[in-house]
């Protein structure tokens, strides 16, 4: 099955500096990857996603980029907020079926105001 | 706007009670999920379906059962309840045509 790993675990950054989390997955027929937020006490919520046909997307100031030959992909957050605290998950699945999301571990972002 | 919604926020059990968390969703989705999240460990399926009546597997199913009577109700049983059954436990809907799922808010189930 699909194994995704995800780095790092925590990352604290200075309100205003960029942040970066990765994530490697093991199955080459993955083609959807969603990143969801996950703030304190409340629901993980979808905050951007790619599919294998792109190499990067950009929502604002947050942006993904794929790389399908080495098989990973990176969540960008730029100019960060306060707001932007949160738990961050990565995910990847190969839209078949049901449309399994199997999930990285998290990584908890602290924006440092 | 999509809304799932669980029975529960919190819950507390003895070990060995029969335990039933209530999933439902009111956008027709065909696939439903059941998680738990642990910290560390990130969220880990226990069951999903993708239509009624019909079940499978996720990574970590021993200790637990489903049920999917109706599509807009995903059931999660905990047969015998046991203390490392303590988690948060997610349940999630998605349509069939499209890879986004939506969360309910969550049940913390403790087993003393």
């Known amino acids: 099955g699909e194994n995704v790993e995800q780095h790092p675990s925590t990352l604290s950054v200075q309100e205003g500096d960029s942040a970066v989390i990765k994530c490697t997955y093991s199955?080459?027929?993955?083609?959807?990857f969603p990143w969801y937020k996950q703030e304190l006490g409340k629901r993980p919520q979808l905050i951007i996603d790619?599919?294998?046909?792109?190499g990067e997307k950009k929502d604002q100031r947050i942006a993904v980029t794929l790389n399908k030959t080495a098989k990973h992909f990176s969540l960008h957050i730029t100019e960060t907020q306060p707001e932007d605290s949160a738990v961050y998950f990565c995910?990847?699945?190969?839209?078949?079926?049901?449309?399994?999301?199997?999930f990285g571990t998290g990584t908890r972002l602290t924006v440092i105001p | 706007d999509v809304k799932v919604t669980q029975s529960s926020r919190y819950l507390v059990k003895r070990t060995g009670e029969k335990v039933f968390l209530e999933c439902v969703q009111d956008?027709?989705?065909?696939?439903m999920f059941w998680y738990r999240q642990d910290p560390g460990l990130g969220l880990r399926l226990i069951y999903f379906?993708?239509?009624?009546?019909?079940?499978e597997k996720g990574d970590i199913p021993e200790g637990y059962s489903v049920s999917r009577e109706k599509k807009e109700r995903f059931s999660l049983i905990l047969e015998s309840a046991s203390t490392n059954q303590t988690s948060m436990y997610l349940c999630?809907?998605?349509?069939?045509?499209?890879?986004?799922?939506?969360f309910g808010p969550g049940t913390r189930l403790t087993v003393l």
């Open positions: 999630a809907s998605s349509d069939s045509s499209a890879n986004t799922q939506y």
């Open positions: 790619i599919r294998s046909n792109v």
């Open positions: 379906s993708y239509d009624v009546k019909m079940k």
């Open positions: 995910a990847a699945s190969k839209g078949t079926g049901a449309n399994n999301l199997f």
């Open positions: 956008m027709d989705h065909e696939n």
């Open positions: 199955d080459s027929a993955s083609n959807y």
